[in-house]
Structures are given as structure tokens and as C-alpha cells.
């Protein structure tokens, strides 16, 4: 199969609980977090983070817990709240030296299942400091995948598998690639490098 891994944003720290929850994190707030992080308007990292406070503010689907993580503590709040339990393992695709051209991938070997049950995916968001997207994701089934490129790249792939897709938008461009509709087929993916999935330990 033809896979790109690559980062979908710039590299940013976390900055502490403390100092997140001192930070304005509010779209009608943005000129305000623009001059404290002298980002310029109009540009397109201002943009960015625009889109980011918009999608942070946009209300839950019915059953849907979601959350924007400012700091690391949060986001381990999160997750093991929404799991029950602080006994985790986290995954995310690590990606060898070459990986990031767009090329043919293998299966090197057997996938590893990460333990059955929801799943917390937490996708990284393009902000002046780190900020992730989580969700819990249930109804689905979440693997490692040992991958080998063309040129002998190696990836440890986090996929996830959504059994239930019937309550997705149905504009999402998944349903578009394969041309179906919500609800009628299993999807999966691999997750970006810098996406994390929380479940519990098995």
C-alpha cells in the first residue's frame, strides 16, 4: 500500500498546567493570545490557531466526549477519566529515517492489538504552544503495524479501525475516497506521527 507518514505540525512544547490554565483559550480572545505570543494577524500561523480555537469551541455530536488538551496534564486527566482506569499504554507511529517520502509499504509482520475496549485518540493542533484534539473513540479496534518501505524505511504504524461509522459527517472525505457511506463499512487509518492513542493496558 502507498503511504506518507509525516508530522502535520510544527514541532511545539507543552507548557505547564499552571501556565496553560493562565493563558486565554477563546476565539473571541484571539488579538489577546496573538500579542502575548507575537504572532502576527492575518498570518497564516494566526490562521491556524484560529481554526484551532474554532474547533475546540464546536459543540459534541450526541455521545460524543471530546476534549482540547493545553497541557500534558490534562490530556493524561482526560484520557484516564474517560478510560476508568490510570493502568494505560500509549501508542503513536514512529517513523525510521526515510520514512517521510510518500512511497509502497509492506507488512513486516503480525499486527499487535492494543487492548479491547474505547479508545482515547488525541490529534495534535497547530497552536502557538502544544495542543491536542482527544476524543474517545469507541466502537473501534486500534493495532501496531511493523511496516517496510521501497527503501528499506521502517514505521511502527498506529491503526485504528472504526466499526460504527454512522454517526460521521456525511461529508467526511473518508466516505469520499471510497466512495460509501456512513455506517455501511468498517473504516481505518493510520495516525500521523504526531497523534497519540490512549487504551487500556491489557
Known sequence: MKLHFMKVTPTTAFV????????PFSSDKLPEILERFSVKPGSVEASAMNQT?????????????????????????????????????????????????????????????????????????????????????????????????ENGAKVGGVAICHADTSGWNPRHVAFKLLKVKPGTVSICHFLPQDHVVWAPRG
Open 53 to 149: 480555537l474554532k474547533a475546540c469551541e464546536d459543540p459534541a455530536a450526541a455521545g460524543e466526549r471530546r476534549y482540547c488538551a493545553t497541557s500534558l496534564e490534562s490530556m493524561v486527566d482526560f484520557a484516564t477519566a474517560s478510560l476508568g482506569t490510570r493502568d494505560v499504554q500509549v501508542a503513536s507511529t514512529e517513523a525510521g529515517a526515510g520514512a517521510t517520502a510518500e512511497q509502497v509499504y509492506t507488512v513486516a509482520a503480525d499486527a499487535e492489538r492494543l487492548a479491547a475496549g474505547k479508545k482515547v485518540a488525541c490529534h495534535a493542533r497547530p497552536y502557538a504552544y502544544a495542543v491536542f484534539y482527544c476524543h474517545v473513540a469507541r466502537s473501534s479496534r486500534a493495532y501496531v503495524v511493523p511496516l517496510v518501505g
Open 16 to 23: 505547564p498546567r499552571e501556565a496553560a490554565d493562565s493563558i
